[in-house]
């Protein structure tokens, strides 16, 4: 009998996620641009997903930081690199108007399947897309009140950093928020052992500060297994010039 996720060894689930990264890598070097990422979803060799919303992000909305960060209730909202959309279910359940987004259509197709059913007897407001964040012109032309990442910013090579930082700013609305699950932090690996890329709230701030306000910066209360010890659940605020505009 197969052995549950419940009993197993913290040891024999980094070994099963270390092998599924290899994967991942292996996959990424035989092809070019999303293809790599779409064979990693059609092979399951998929280490990112939780199979449920990460808990760092249920505690900006089931604590105070919503309130005390004046983060809007309602408005739109963009995950990138979405995946099965178990965050974007979680935002849609909280009130807000859902983008998920990913460069795999097969993660599409699924996230599809799983909303489907829940879209017949509730409200959600949730939408799913194949899009590449860093080339559709859409999401720059309908600005968002938050983005959330949490697995995209890691899945970057860290020279595309500034790129990231540059498209947050064009696509979150002035006075919108950014909410960051900062992961892995490894302290003493090479930045370039990736995907997923090593971090670190530094890293954030060197690509967001020029546009961007900090106003958390926190180890959070809860983590998966894998996640304990090696992430940090930061939320940033765009800045508006003193005249109002954006900046």
């Not at 697995?151 to 700013?169: D, K, N, Y």
């Not at 180890?219 to 900046?247: A, Y």
Request: charged content about 25%; some cysteine; glycine content about 8%.
């Amino acid at each position: 009998m197969a052995e549950s996720s419940d009993t197993k060894s913290e040891k024999q689930r980094q070994d099963e996620q270390r092998t599924a990264i290899l994967r991942v890598r292996e996959l990424l070097a035989q092809t070019h641009g999303g293809a790599g990422w779409d064979a990693a979803w059609k092979e399951g060799a998929t280490p990112w997903d939780a199979g449920a919303p990460q808990m760092p992000l249920r505690q900006v909305f089931e604590t105070n930081i919503v309130n005390d960060l004046n983060i809007p209730k309602s408005g739109r909202v963009l995950i990138p690199g979405c995946g099965r959309g178990y965050d974007a279910i979680y935002f849609a359940s909280q009130g807000y108007d859902v983008l998920g987004a990913d460069l795999s259509p097969t993660a599409i197709n699924e996230a599809k399947g799983r909303v489907f059913p829940l879209a017949q007897s509730t409200n959600l407001k949730i939408e799913y897309q194949v899009i590449d964040f860093f080339e559709s012109s859409a999401l720059r032309e309908h600005p968002f009140d938050i983005v959330y990442d949490y697995t995209f910013f890691c899945a970057i090579p860290p020279s595309m950093r500034g790129l990231w930082g540059q498209r947050m700013s064009e696509i979150v609305k002035p006075g919108g928020y950014l909410i960051t699950l900062m992961y892995p932090i490894d302290p003493g690996r090479a930045r370039n052992d990736g995907p997923p890329f090593p971090v670190d709230a530094e890293a954030y701030t060197q690509v967001l500060e020029q546009s961007w306000e900090k106003l958390l910066d926190v180890v959070p209360s809860n983590s998966q297994p894998t996640h304990q010890g090696r992430e940090r659940l930061g939320i940033w605020r765009r800045k508006m010039s003193d005249d109002g505009s954006k900046l």
